[in-house]
């Protein structure tokens, strides 16, 4: 079955710089890709996706990247804020029912 | 617009007792999916449910069990709790395309319910 690896799991940036997430899957069945952030205690929220046939996707100040070739594909955000502190997921959905879940990167942005 | 709604919020059982939550789909969702996220861990998907059946099952016993009602709101139910049971369940909810008869919709999550088992 799918497999979802997420790197890195722990990572600290000073407001106003970037961060990237990356994401590796293995089932090439895989068509779609989201992002969540889960803030502590609340529900994980979409914060933008991609399908297999984009390769990229903006969104202000989050863009996310996909390498079908590769497998791979990453989160990237610009001028972080504090308010950007949070668990950031990354998932693949292998067919059209599920999604897996890599195992998540903590993002920590000081001012 | 109300979200998704999944109740109780928190709960606490001992070992060996049944539970059941509760979820509301996203007004215009038909499909709901629950996964089981473990304390720093990603969500595990569990099953998913259209239609009043169940139509995806992870890698989860049998203790594990579903249903769907008419108005497209959903219970989960486990059996014999364990230790290990203890998680944040959350309910998605999603509609499925009328034209390609795919999932395609992105997910929508509630805020979960966090069961505690002693």
Redo the contacts between chains.
């Keep these: 079955g799918e497999n ?1 690896e ?1 790197h890195p799991s722990t990572l600290s940036v000073q407001e106003g710089d970037s961060a990237v997430i990356k994401c590796t899957y293995s089932d090439s069945a895989s068509n ?1 890709f ?1 992002w ?1 952030k889960q803030e502590l205690g ?5 914060i933008i ?1 991609i399908r297999s046939n984009v390769g990229e996707k903006k969104d202000q100040r989050i863009a996310v990247t996909l390498n079908k070739t590769a497998k791979h594909f990453s989160l990237h955000i610009t001028e972080t804020q504090p308010e950007d502190s949070a668990v950031y ?1 990354c ?1 693949a959905r292998p067919g ?9 990167t903590r993002l920590l942005v000081s001012p | 617009d109300a979200g998704v709604t999944q109740s109780p919020t928190h709960l606490i059982k001992t070992r060996g007792q049944q539970v059941t939550l509760r979820c509301s789909p996203k007004s215009g969702h038909d499909t709901v999916s629950w996964y089981q996220q473990a304390l720093g861990q990603g969500p595990q998907f569990i099953f998913q449910y259209y239609e009043e059946e169940e139509r995806q099952r992870g890698n989860f016993p049998d203790r594990f069990s579903g249903h769907q009602f008419p108005n497209y709101s959903s219970e989960l139910n486990v059996n014999a709790l364990l230790l290990g049971d203890s998680a944040l369940y959350l309910c998605a909810s999603s509609s499925r395309d009328s034209r390609s008869f795919t999932h395609n919709s992105p997910l929508h999550f509630g805020n979960g319910t966090r069961l505690t088992v002693t």
Aim: no cysteine; hydrophobic share 35%.
């Design positions: 979802v997420q779609y989201p969540y609340k529900r994980p929220q979409l996706d997921f998932a059209f029912q599920k999604l897996v879940f890599g195992t998540g």
